[in-house]
């Protein structure tokens, strides 16, 4: 087993994603000695928008959400994350 170095101290969140982007976590840590972790608690940051739709648009929204039995902000959003993550596939 190799020698560990010293994990360095981040003042800023970006700072700690960038460094990460060009260092090895295994030259700070001992993965072998690494266990599951759980969170059942933590929930994705969210960012309120607005959003401007023609009327017509957000009815049928409406209407397509009530036959699903849910609010029409949550068809939204599954419909934009189906739609994003579709186009990451594709592209």
Known sequence: MRKQKKMPEFMTEAEER???ETHDS??????SQAEPASFPK??????????R??????DRIKIEANKRDMPYQSLIK???ADDVNDSRRSG
């Open 53 to 58: 739709l023609p009327e017509t648009l957000l």
């Open 18 to 20: 960038e460094f990460w």
């Open 26 to 31: 295994s030259d700070y840590m001992d993965w």
């Open 42 to 51: 933590l929930k994705p940051s969210t960012k309120t928008i607005s959003l």
């Open 78 to 80: 599954a419909w934009l």
